[in-house]
């Protein structure tokens, strides 16, 4: 548990399920003429003021367009900056992918009688995460030569799902939307769902350009990985809980660990033997790391 | 219940099918244009009508990242008007623009460009907008076939700078000049069944223009008695016929 945690006695994952909850309420209330939170994921306008825009889609923008705009640096400003205190929490706590995985994942482990976290690795495992770089080169390479931001427009999962949404409200009000965008959105969605049935997390940890370029973030940002000196029975629970496999178990000694692939959901402090006296997330500096 | 990876995968080579299948079903209604009684069925729109302060097609494609502010914002002012291009043209799938300007065009609040998080749609003042170029289709407005109607120029958020009138025998006759920056509220608001105004893009103008001018002053120099065979004869029973169209819509 963390500090939040223990002033309101929620669990971590319940309480990434809540944040996840309220952000998607506020999105959907748009739809009722509410100017909380306008856009989607992958570009909003918060509270009718603050533009936002992810971070690889700007990249990816810029490359393609070749044009640098203020409009779209002030957007991406207030990204970055989010990203410098939290990291890559945006995976674990904000991106809808990662509940629709939790799900498949519940689905498959019902399925095939094992419990949550003891699924057998498969080969995707053995897939470096490195090759997400390389994914995310190829793909502003891409946005570059055909001069639209490739992966934003076509294959992202944040603009897919929120497209669906957005369409899918359009449709049921009988206002103009092509149906087609919503058919191709949730093809997309769930070519993504059947991916994570046969390899769970493959493209979190090791696809996504969105997450990989959270991922950066990780090795500056406040939020981080905090390991309190004490007895570690090494009963490698958290490493069996983390599904982005980070390798907590052989840091444990260490004050603390900056992997571009944690997510910081929290699974491996829940998980600890020690429940959480050991593993923190930790908004605090964090000495020798 | 015994499931395994082959169980899964048939489900979902069937599930991936059906989705197939289902925008199978979608195609032929994507690719057939509306049939519906439009004006001026010889011009087509020619592309997309971009929300207002659009970048010039290329550099728009290439900023925008289909995040759907625009149509959100545009949701969220009650206006509707912007849709998500879909795959009639790979190039703008996903990219902005106002699909039934009949039902739901443009009004120019101008929340859409302010808010607009990647700069493809610039903060403009409302007179400086290209979205298109309105084009009245003369045999099918009222006020060119002897009918005094000024629907379409008091609907029109610019008014007196766009609309020139021709006052005579045949009516008040209105003609939008190149002022017009396409929002398509005189399409709206026109009383005629499927609209006698059709907004075309810039571009389609450029090429469309010459015909449309020569159409225009054979109008205005035609002698009475031509024109009363042309309002009588062709023109009125086209106009009846729309009728119908109207009890549609308004139903």
């Known amino acids: ?289 | 219940m015994d499931f395994t990876r082959r169980d899964f995968l048939k489900l979902s080579v069937i599930a991936g099918g059906a989705l197939t299948v289902s925008s199978g079903l979608y195609l032929p209604r994507i690719f057939a244009a509306d049939k519906e009684l439009g004006p001026l069925p010889g011009i087509d729109v020619g592309g997309l009508i971009r929300p207002p302060g659009a970048l010039p097609e290329r550099e728009f494609r290439s900023k925008c990242i289909s995040c759907g502010v625009c149509v959100n914002v545009c949701r969220v002012m009650k206006y509707d008007a912007i849709a998500i291009a879909g795959l009639r043209d790979l190039r703008n799938f996903g990219t902005p623009y106002i699909k039934e300007m009949r039902d739901f065009p443009c009004y120019l609040c101008m929340e859409c460009p302010k808010h607009c998080p990647t700069g493809a749609l610039q903060k403009i003042e409302k007179e400086k907008v290209t979205m298109g170029m309105a084009l009245i289709d003369f045999g099918l407005c009222f006020g060119w076939n002897g009918d005094i109607c000024l629907s379409c120029s008091k609907a029109c958020p610019l008014g007196a700078l766009v609309f020139d009138f021709h006052h005579g025998t045949w009516g008040n006759q209105p003609y939008i000049n190149e002022k017009c920056v396409g929002c398509g509220l005189c399409v709206r608001y026109c009383p005629l069944g499927g609209s006698a105004v059709k907004v075309v893009t810039r571009s389609q103008y450029a090429i469309v223009k010459e015909d449309y001018l020569i159409k225009f002053k054979r109008l205005m120099a035609m002698p009475d008695e031509e024109r009363y065979a042309v309002v009588y004869g062709q023109n009125l029973p086209e106009i009846i016929a729309r009728g119908r169209l109207l009890e549609r819509e308004h139903r």
């Open chain 1, 1 to 289: 548990m963390t500090k939040i945690g223990r002033y309101f006695k929620v669990k971590l994952s319940k309480l990434r399920r809540f944040v996840l909850l309220g952000i998607i309420i506020l999105f959907l209330l748009q739809f009722f003429g509410v100017k909380a939170l306008v856009g989607g994921l992958t570009g909003s306008v918060a509270v009718w003021f603050v533009k936002l825009i992810d971070v690889f889609a700007y990249f990816e923008s810029l490359i393609a367009s070749k044009d640098f705009t203020m409009t779209a640096f002030w957007a991406v400003l207030p990204a970055i900056a989010l990203y410098l205190i939290f990291g890559r929490a945006f995976c674990g706590w904000v991106c809808p992918m990662d509940f629709l995985y939790e799900i498949v994942n519940r689905i498959k482990d019902k399925r095939q009688g094992s419990g949550v976290g003891s699924q057998k690795k498969t080969i995707a495992d053995k897939i470096s995460p490195k090759i997400g770089y390389v994914v995310a080169m190829l793909l502003i390479v891409i946005s570059a030569l055909i001069s639209i931001p490739f992966f934003t427009n076509y294959i992202s999962h944040l603009t897919n799902f929120f497209r669906t949404l957005t369409g899918g409200v359009f449709l049921a009000l009988d206002l103009p939307v092509e149906p087609v965008v919503v058919v191709y959105s949730l093809s997309v969605i769930t070519a993504l769902l059947v991916l994570e049935y046969i390899y769970p997390r493959l493209w979190c940890r090791a696809l996504c350009p969105v997450g990989k370029t959270y991922g950066l973030f990780n090795k500056v940002s406040l939020l981080k990985l905090k390991f309190v000196e004490g007895e570690c029975g090494e009963c490698n629970l958290c490493e069996q809980m983390c599904y982005m496999n980070v390798k907590i178990a052989r840091n444990i000694d260490r004050p603390g660990l900056r992997d571009t692939n944690c997510i910081y959901c929290g699974r491996c402090v829940e998980g600890c033997e020690t429940k959480g006296k050991l593993i923190k997330l930790s908004l605090k500096r964090v000495k020798e790391l």
